[in-house]
């Protein structure tokens, strides 16, 4: 017998997993929409020039490939002629939505508004070895503000994200930001060469992996002084001693980035000291703007915090929830990608929130309303018997009008077959329509529950009937 | 510059486009959930194992398949070592919804209920030649109820998908039914072999496309005898001449179905006969269990229907529209597929709707509501100056909290200006929260189609200040 495992690393959805996938997505959806964001769909197929060069090399592995198609590679191929994978494809599947999001921005200019809102959610494809919470299809939920850089941007992302969290059910969320800026002015001041600022990001990223003494060796390891690695992990060990504080308020993160201190003068000069204080300006207003929103007692301003990614320009977020290692979401401020496939710059702000963990938590925390993923059905109208079968059908269509979901045992069984058969679905409730009922013109109804039959007068049937 | 068009034949949907999808796809969801149908959700990427073979020649070549990964791939193709396309692919993209279905029910048999009714909204992949309505991603709109053999099933999917199409405002739409052993007795009573009906099969469903005239040219090329092509083609006349006629009312199907005249002397034993009688009695149960649902006065009963895939086993139904050629949903029993991956037979039944073509007819006819894509936002907040975007920013979340979508301008711009792109994005209302306001504590409220504006207080403000 063949396999009938769904594709590696891939899931089906059962109905009970649709309805939770569902459920989180419409308030994402409905969250997003309140704050003027508008759907946006793109192909799952992508050509490859599209892709290719947009992820690095390890993007560049992971990426799904898809066959070119015909005769002609049939023929190539039998010929030997093709000796590399280049040759052999010209589509690929959609690796992330930020690059279909950048083509579609170069591609419908001038149908879409000079600020672009928009919000997706659709599958992306990475050929990666699967692990716990990590797919090889797996949903993005991202939202991006496009054409402003303004930092209102950033305070309504936050504040929308925050309020979906909150939706959610989640209480106990920090939104930690930083802002690339900060960053670059704290390696001015730790003497690290412009060159290595990058890589020296990459390394800090992986504080919550690796601790602060893994840091500081790799730092050393990619040929930094040791002066700088000093000066590095001891602004991030400070960072570390403030995050374990009670630091996510409001007055405190103006405080942080108030500070005053003018630098030392040999920096005088220095255009990374300049814009250090401008992200702290920048983070300063992103603070204000959202002290009446969802996001207020979430915020903790963290200096140590890198995000991997290098597109990012501005602030960069990331969102923590104490019971999951890594983030439920991540986002920042990347002015220089959207414009890679147009002429001109587009100042961009945009979030991820992560579906598979989300769900992932919410399921272990039991998180779910419970209605939710009780049954398929309010009411089953069962079958007398042949005879009666369209009077049974009848009677779920009247009870379809008053907005039940109405299942009908699709068979002339015993009713006592029916009955237990609709009790294993755990549907609160049947309707009997015997020729009795029938002759009356009633409709008797059973609460499996309880056992509780009751006959109703058919034309009084109504919705508060079916209410357990 | 690179190129921004998305692959061929596959679409971007930019947010008026998703808003109609959505619709169309949140009726379709709606009507399946009151029938008591469940969602499902598959991967997008199936094994090439479950797909190859299951969709004949055509369906193999407009497959898109993903090449292999890793080193060894390159390996080989750089050693010359591979010379068959079929080497090249171990996963491809999903081709259908049905062949999932299959291998989830052999899968999960035993965390499925025994009669597993399914709906699954998603898309497929084929590399078709792209063409007005065909492309090489779209979507599906599968119902499906597996596990009865009774006409129950077949009455409750009609009744659902005439529902549907009546919610969204088809008025004039036929559902012609007939049964694969209805045309197993036409094609007996013809005398035409048994081997030869498949074919015969694929040429009479081209009537639409080739006419009376073509089929008969295309049955004697296919080496049928004379007379059967005589008989076969005298029956679909006929069946021509009552589809001209008023024949989509209660009464004239069942009259046709209850014709009682007798086959002759030498079919008394005919197992194709027998069967031909039965299934006239199947599709009376269909008429007669449907008389009091939303497929009432659409069905007509047209035995020249013959529907081109060869699965199906029972009961056959395509609906059609005036102004469509080809079909907008199509359907019927296929009691040999579902059992496919397992060990046994399973009775299914389904229906696919073609949300592609639904779409296309709304769009030509203007069916959909006109709020659905008036705009994005029902009030857009202006930003005063710098020193007021936190107070706009409240204000706007005020204002989402009485269930209004918000836009904030995300830049303290001139005043006409930020009017002026409310305007453009068609949103009906802006708010004005300058000094005198905040220091009044009130809203300025410009209704933008009016050029009204009106002065609220804060705390009264509600939804209904915006309300056009």
Redo the contacts between chains.
């Keep these: 017998?063949?396999?009938?495992?769904?594709?590696r690393g891939?899931?089906?959805?059962?109905?009970s997993?649709?309805?939770k996938?569902?459920y989180v997505i419409g308030i994402i959806k409905k969250v997003y929409?309140?704050?003027?964001?508008?759907?946006?769909?793109?192909?799952?197929?992508?050509?490859l020039?599209?892709l290719t060069g947009k992820y690095g090399e390890e993007g560049n592995?992971l990426m799904?490939?898809?066959?070119k198609?015909g005769e002609k590679?049939?023929q190539e191929?039998?010929e030997?002629k093709?000796?590399?994978?280049n040759e052999?494809?010209d589509?690929a599947?959609r690796y992330d939505l930020t690059v279909p999001l950048a083509?579609?921005v170069?591609?419908?200019k001038n149908?879409?508004?000079?600020?672009f809102?928009?919000y997706q959610i659709q599958?992306v494809?990475r050929?990666d070895r699967p692990a716990r919470g990590r797919y090889?299809?797996f949903y993005q939920c991202d939202v991006d503000?496009i054409?402003?850089g303004?930092m209102?941007?950033e305070?309504?992302l936050i504040?929308a994200v925050c309020e979906i969290l909150q939706k959610l059910g989640f209480k106990d969320f920090t939104i930690r930001i930083n802002h690339r800026d900060i960053l670059g002015g704290i390696m001015e001041m730790a003497k690290i060469p412009k060159e290595k600022r990058p890589q020296t990001l990459v390394i800090i990223d992986k504080l919550d992996k690796i601790g602060l003494n893994g840091i500081g060796k790799e730092l050393l390891a990619s040929d930094l002084e040791e002066e700088s690695v000093r000066a590095i992990t001891h602004q991030i060990e400070n960072q570390m001693s403030l995050s374990n504080s009670e630091t996510n308020n409001y007055e405190y993160n103006l405080q942080i980035l108030s500070e005053t201190s003018s630098p030392a003068e040999e920096f005088a000069d220095s255009e990374s000291i300049k814009s250090y204080w401008s992200a702290k300006k920048d983070l300063r207003?992103i603070v204000?703007?959202?002290?009446?929103?969802?996001a207020r007692n979430h915020i903790k301003i963290d200096e140590s915090l890198a995000r991997g990614l290098s597109y990012y320009t501005g602030a960069i977020f990331e969102i923590n929830v104490s019971d999951l290692a890594g983030s439920l979401s991540g986002g920042g401020r990347y002015d220089g990608l959207i414009g890679m496939?147009?002429?001109e710059q587009v100042p961009a702000v945009g979030f991820s929130l992560g579906l598979e963990r989300i769900l992932l938590i919410m399921d272990e925390r039991k998180m779910f309303p419970d209605d939710l993923t009780a049954n398929?059905?309010d009411v089953?109208v069962t079958?007398w018997n042949e005879e009666t079968?369209?009077e049974s059908?009848?009677l779920?269509?009247e009870l379809?009008q008053q907005?039940?979901?109405?299942?009908?045992?699709?068979?002339?069984d015993k009713l006592g077959k029916q009955f237990k058969?609709a009790d294993?679905?755990n549907i609160p409730f049947v309707c009997i329509l015997g020729e009795n009922e029938l002759a009356e013109n009633k409709i008797a109804i059973k609460n499996l529950k309880t056992g509780e039959q009751e006959n109703v007068e058919r034309d009084k049937l109504s919705r508060e009937h079916f209410l357990s």
């Design positions: 017998m063949s396999n009938t495992n769904p594709a891939m899931r089906d959805f059962l109905p997993d649709v309805r996938r569902n929409e309140s704050y003027g964001f508008e759907p946006l769909e793109t192909p799952s197929v992508e050509n020039d599209t592995q799904f490939k898809i066959l198609r590679l049939q191929l039998s030997g093709i000796t590399n994978e052999l494809s589509l599947l083509r579609v170069a591609n419908y149908d879409l508004p000079k600020f809102k928009r599958p494809w050929a090889r299809e503000a054409g402003s303004s209102i941007v305070a309504e504040s207003q204000e703007y959202t002290k009446n929103t969802a496939f147009g002429k398929s059905a089953m079958v079968i369209g059908l009848k779920a269509n379809r907005n039940l979901r109405v299942l009908v045992y699709p068979e002339a058969y294993s679905l």
